[in-house]
């Protein structure tokens, strides 16, 4: 059966200069300065999902789990104030739409690792409904 109704626009969250900057500067700083980024920018999930990717790289599951919760919720939050209404693209080659993509990603990893394992899955599949290219291109990192 063919879906008579258009799909909705894709959301592209606004940009947060000032915070990209600072998180640039961080990624020179380490740990401490990405905590600095994101308790100066706590509504901003790129912080939330460079601390998350950081930990689950160095192996500390949980605090990963936490970090990519927080920024997921905070990504929520925009998307609905820029009038997502909980489907449709969020397309990961928009730059700010990247940090929530991001914790999405992370969230669903760390899941995994603690054995929620409907979250993971949950979360994985909601990546792919936002953007298929996110889910490959985090995959591939």
């Known amino acids: 059966m ?4 258009p799909e909705p626009p894709a959301t592209h969250l606004p940009d947060h200069a ?12 380490g740990d401490q300065a990405y905590e600095a980024v994101a308790a100066r920018f ?10 998350a990717s950081r930990a689950l790289a160095a192996g500390q599951v949980v605090p990963a789990y936490a970090y990519a919760r927080t920024g997921y919720h905070r990504g929520l939050d925009q998307l609905r104030r820029t ?9 990961w080659s928009h730059a700010p739409n990247q940090g929530f993509l991001r914790c999405l990603y992370v969230l669903s ?4 690792e603690i054995g929620e394992a409907d979250e993971a899955a949950r979360c994985a599949q909601f990546l792919r409904d936002c953007d298929p290219a996110a889910a490959d291109a985090l995959a591939s990192n």
């Open 2 to 5: 063919q879906n008579l109704l």
């Open 18 to 29: 000032d915070a990209d900057a600072a998180l640039a500067a961080a990624e020179a700083g």
């Open 42 to 51: 706590p509504t901003y999930s790129a912080a939330w999902g460079a601390l």
């Open 83 to 91: 009038g997502w209404k909980g489907h449709g693209p969020v397309p």
């Open 109 to 112: 990893r760390a899941a995994g």
